[in-house]
């Protein structure tokens, strides 16, 4: 079992940044990976980055995100880190923080972000 708690959401304006976090409740090398989805209203629940467990810590970004958000982790805090930069209003969704163990995914509980134009 993993308990993810994500934080960090809310309102902003265009070009704004936010920074949202999750914690997961055991080491996150324990895991295969970890990272963030997020769902519009009446759109597709959409893979916004992820991380690998591994030393180097692989990442991917969905082409939407890609040279505005940032993944990145903090092995002692067992804490996985969504920077957005310059956020648009087509980011605004609910992000959920995901980690998949081997055969298991295991999500947060979501966290509104709304970025006004």
């Known amino acids: 079992q993993v308990q993810l708690v994500e934080s960090g959401g809310g309102l902003v304006q265009a070009g704004g940044s936010l920074r949202l976090s999750c914690v997961a409740s055991r080491s996150i090398f324990s895991l295969n990976a970890m990272g963030w989805y997020r769902q519009a209203p009446g759109k597709q629940r959409e893979l916004v980055a992820s991380?690998?467990?591994?030393?180097?810590?692989?990442?991917n970004y969905a082409d939407s995100v890609k040279g505005r958000f940032t993944i990145s982790r903090d092995n002692a805090k067992n804490t996985v880190y969504l920077q957005m930069n310059n956020l648009k209003p087509e980011d605004t969704a609910v992000y959920s923080c995901?980690?998949?163990?081997?055969?298991?995914?295991?999500w947060g509980q979501g966290t509104q972000v709304t970025v006004s134009s």
């Open positions: 991380i690998t467990n591994t030393m180097t810590g692989n990442t």
């Open positions: 995901y980690a998949r163990a081997v055969p298991l995914n295991y």
